[in-house]
């Protein structure tokens, strides 16, 4: 157990709709990173959320956004959902990150999200 | 090429060395990882590097760095069937995160 904990485990949905997946990091770190893992595109890493503050932008869709709240848990909002967004999201922490992506990162057992 | 790449799968039997090998992208990449994934589980870190070391060496894995090849291996040493799992080597690159398509280990009895 890496101690990052993410809802919920499965998610189906429609196309068109929005979802919103949810993660809590370990107790002490700052950072927050998402990464979606589909056949398709392999594993690529999203974005990532220090403290509240965006740190690191990656493949994510403008469809996509993410936000850290003060008791630093994120959410990931996927809106106007198509049938390839369907992928395993994972959620990663890490105690650093304020100036980089941290080696460290804690990932999360995953949402698996299907687009039908 | 622009893709971390990996061959995607290595089968060995129980006790043996297994050697999982990895082409990134950029020789400016500061830190080189290898994570590892078993089924319905998320990924689990096993060892890093930085891009200023040749070698690593953790119990029973070892990496090795060759920057001018731009490579990376890992080594399992007396490898167990519980080593069985899929694992991503990736590099991070000006604050991006880029990962291979992973390794099928399958370790036979």
């Known amino acids: 157990d890496s101690g990052v904990t993410q809802t919920p485990k499965h998610l189906i949905t429609a196309t068109g709709q929005r979802v919103t997946l949810r993660c809590s990091p370990r107790?002490?770190?700052?950072?927050v990173y998402w990464y979606q893992q589909s056949l398709d595109q392999g594993l690529q890493f999203l974005i990532q959320?220090?403290?509240?503050?965006?740190?690191a932008k990656g493949n994510i869709l403008e469809r996509f956004s993410a936000q850290q709240f003060p008791d630093l848990h994120s959410e990931l909002n996927l809106s106007s959902l198509e049938l390839g967004d369907s992928a395993l999201y994972f959620c990663?922490?890490?105690?650093?990150?304020?100036?980089?992506?941290?080696?460290?990162?804690?990932f999360g057992p995953g949402t698996r999200l299907t687009v039908t | 090429g622009e893709d971390v790449e990996q061959s995607l799968f290595l089968s060995v039997r129980e006790g043996d060395s297994s050697v999982i090998n990895c082409t990134y992208t950029?020789?400016?990449?500061?830190?080189l990882y290898w994570y590892k994934q078993e089924p319905g589980a998320g990924l689990q870190l096993l060892t890093y590097?930085?891009?200023?070391?040749d070698m690593k060496q953790d119990q029973r894995l070892t990496v090795l760095l060759n920057k001018k090849d731009k490579h990376l291996s890992l080594r399992i040493a007396d490898t167990q069937t519980g080593d069985s799992a899929i694992y991503f080597c990736?590099?991070?690159?000006?604050?991006?995160?880029?990962f291979g398509a992973g390794t099928r280990l399958t370790v036979k009895p």
């Open positions: 990663a922490s890490s105690v650093g990150g304020g100036g980089a992506v941290s080696y460290e990162q804690y």
């Open positions: 107790s002490g770190d700052l950072s």
């Open positions: 959320y220090y403290n509240g503050e965006e740190r």
């Open positions: 950029d020789s400016s990449s500061t830190y």
């Open positions: 590097i930085f891009s200023n070391m």
């Open positions: 990736a590099e991070i690159n000006n604050n991006d995160m880029r």
